[in-house]
């Protein structure tokens, strides 16, 4: 495991060492500083201290009276004194008296540059473990495990990416011996890599039966309630509401009156805080006309959240409209059917991760795009996966969406103040993504989450240019991150005038905003 | 007042003169009996954590100390101007569930790491956006469809 992670230190210690080499043999640098290190050597040394880093970060060892007796005889010759090091800490993994459910913490290790620097956590038990990815990219994220689970959760991701590989070459005889072989193991392991595996596991043999549909078929209100605990559990949905309404309001800051079109409308979550921001607005509140969009199996639903809304929206006196509008798919959408008002309305699209399932049938998505824009919105707004889960090789998806979902389930881990119902419901409603994801094709897999630079790319060729978000919008974020618990795992990144939601440096949602690039826009009210 | 009453009645039974004067300290610990409006306008003053604990004190001063008005006090002494009227600000946050409400649920959390408790622009908007969510979750929409 540990191979091609070496051949990159080993790489770049020989070419350290090929540019320093001295009559000695020594390494230059090093020498400046007061090491004797051959630089032959280099790469042992380094994997050597590698090691004894993972050690050292065990408190356990610190404690242990093994450091002050050790007798070092010569510090600058750091080849011997890594030795003498290891072996006087008995290089083991530390004992096992952890609390099982902190056991598993499921970290993605940003790339190979960063290897000789530790993630600056050091209270819970991370140990590095070599690139499991064996995909054809030299640099791959590297996922840390917990200490204790270390050996068989090692085990489990390469079986399951073992067994994602004999799918990928249509060897299902062999597949399915391997999905077998992971079952148990998943179920057995603790934590968010446990979950996970066996969320994959059960996709990929769904895959391999070709068991349709890809996930166990579910009342609607069901899902419904999945998402409620999954807005209630973790900041991302709240992030992508905050960060939208945080772009509408600077795009009506002047309006009259304010239309906004919701691609999903499903609870109607984000908009009591947008009518709230619109009734504080100083000069008073626009009116506010929402259409919002659903499937047919939310049926009565949206008319009676239409109602709720409206008692909000007269209790905090905003003038308030609403529509629902019902379609099979969003490419059922035509502009006739939003009425739009543009003498005295303001347009606005909103779609928090709508858009992905349209890519499930080619053509579709350009259609939809040419409605948004036919209406002219002043402003689109579009929040999304950031991971690519639409590639069409399917190993690389298999080992995207493992990385993308393991991180994705740890930050749900870690925050300890997440009730646990809602942290279970929330698995739930993810691991049908991942079952989506794995298991289905064809129009069935409507979960092809794409990333920014692939939306940047989709949106600019349907003739929208960006909007940078404002600064506002980054720091209501940070601030909704801070209360959200998760200790400091989550961050909220800019790119390019977007902002991404992270955990542990690995973003996991993309938010971004639109308009329309057409040279009537600058008369636009 | 209180004590001129205790007085002319100390002026009278010697015999009790000992209860009188025990009578005479607790009104002078008075305190406690403060008439309301003067206890409202003392409390007026003071910060977020006293203001709660006064809450603790006695019937009377729960009931000054959870006057929406005080916390509104609260809420805004500290903020930037977020643009809206006071008067407007007042209608919405009150339909949304007050300013204490608001106060202990977002702003105190969210002020805790701060050195004086300082309300900026963000906290206030985002305590709002967060009070909106929290009244709409619990909203039981009274109209159905026919």
Redesign the interface.
């Known amino acids: 495991m540990k191979r091609s992670h070496q051949e990159t230190s080993v790489e770049e210690a020989h070419s350290i060492g090929k540019k320093l080499e001295d009559d000695n043999n020594m390494d230059e640098f090093l020498s400046a500083l007061g090491y004797k290190v051959r630089s032959s050597d280099m790469a042992d040394v380094a994997q050597k201290l590698e090691q004894l880093e993972v050690v050292l970060s065990n408190d356990d060892v610190l404690d242990s009276n093994a450091l002050n007796d050790t007798v070092h005889y010569n510090p600058s010759d750091l080849s011997s004194w890594a030795e003498t090091m290891l072996s006087e800490l008995n290089y083991y993994p530390p004992s096992l008296d952890l609390d099982p459910t902190r056991m598993c913490n499921l970290t993605p290790f940003s790339d190979d540059n960063e290897c000789s620097s530790t993630t600056s956590d050091n209270s819970s038990k991370r140990i590095r473990l070599g690139p499991w990815c064996d995909s054809s990219e030299s640099t791959r994220p590297v996922v840390m495990l917990g200490v204790d689970s270390q050996e068989t959760g090692v085990r489990l991701v390469q079986a399951l990416v073992a067994c994602a590989e004999a799918v990928q070459q249509e060897n299902l005889i062999l597949a399915d011996a391997l999905v077998k072989r992971v079952g148990s193991p998943a179920a057995s392991q603790a934590g968010a890599m446990g979950k996970v595996a066996t969320y994959f596991a059960e996709a990929l043999a769904r895959r391999i039966y070709r068991i349709r549909p890809s996930s166990p078929a579910v009342d609607p209100s069901f899902e419904e309630i999945l998402q409620m605990h999954f807005y209630e559990s973790c900041p991302y949905l709240k992030f992508a509401h905050f960060t939208a309404n945080q772009a509408i309001l600077e795009a009506v800051a002047t309006a009259r009156g304010v239309h906004v079109i919701d691609l999903g409308i499903n609870q109607g979550m984000q908009w009591p805080a947008l009518m709230q921001a619109l009734a504080l607005r100083p000069g008073g509140s626009p009116s506010f006309r929402l259409t919002g969009v659903g499937g047919p199996s939310e049926g009565d639903g949206i008319q009676q959240l239409g109602w709720k809304l409206a008692q909000l929206a007269q209790a905090i006196g905003v003038e308030f409209e609403f529509k629902g509008l019902t379609v099979e798919r969003l490419t059922d959408l035509e502009p006739e059917m939003f009425e739009t008002r543009p003498e005295s309305e303001t347009l606005v699209v909103n779609s928090i991760f709508e858009l992905h399932p349209v890519l499930a049938k080619p053509g579709s998505i350009e259609k939809l795009l040419a409605t948004v824009k036919e209406v002219k919105p002043s402003v689109v707004t579009v929040v999304e996966q950031e991971a690519n889960h639409n590639g069409v090789v399917f190993l690389e998806r298999f080992n995207e969406a493992l990385h993308y979902y393991s991180s994705l389930f740890d930050s749900l881990e870690d925050g300890v103040i997440i009730p646990s119902q809602d942290r279970v419901m929330s698995e739930v409603y993810l691991g049908r993504q991942i079952l989506n994801v794995v298991a289905a094709e064809g129009t069935d897999r409507i979960e092809r989450h794409e990333t920014l630079d692939q939306w940047r790319k989709r949106m600019g060729s349907a003739g929208f240019d960006p909007v940078s978000l404002g600064s506002d919008a980054f720091k209501q974020a940070s601030l909704l991150l801070a209360l959200s618990g998760g200790g400091d795992g989550y961050r909220v990144e800019e790119n390019d005038g977007s902002l991404m939601l992270a955990w542990q440096t690995k973003p996991l949602i993309a938010a971004s905003a639109w308009k329309v690039s057409d040279v009537t826009a600058e008369w636009r009210r | 007042m209180k004590r001129s009453a205790s007085n002319s009645v100390t002026n009278g039974d010697a015999s009790n003169k000992k209860m009188k004067k025990t009578t005479e300290e607790d009104s002078e610990i008075g305190f406690a009996n403060l008439d309301e409006n003067l206890l409202y306008e003392v409390l007026k003053h003071v910060d977020a954590r006293t203001l709660a604990t006064s809450s603790c004190v006695s019937k009377i001063w729960h009931r000054t100390a959870q006057d929406e008005r005080l916390w509104e006090l609260i809420c805004t002494r500290h903020w930037a101007n ?4 006071q008067h ?2 007042r ?2 946050v009150l ?2 569930g007050g300013f204490k409400q608001l106060h202990s649920l ?1 702003l105190w ?2 002020s805790s ?1 701060n050195q004086h408790g300082r309300l900026g622009k ?2 206030l ?2 305590s ?6 929290r ?2 979750e619990k ?1 039981n ?5 026919p």
């Open positions: 977020i643009g809206c009227s407007q600000l209608f919405v339909a949304l977002y959390p969210l790491p963000d906290e908007k985002l709002l956006s967060l009070l909106s969510i009244y709409y909203m929409f009274t109209k159905r469809l």
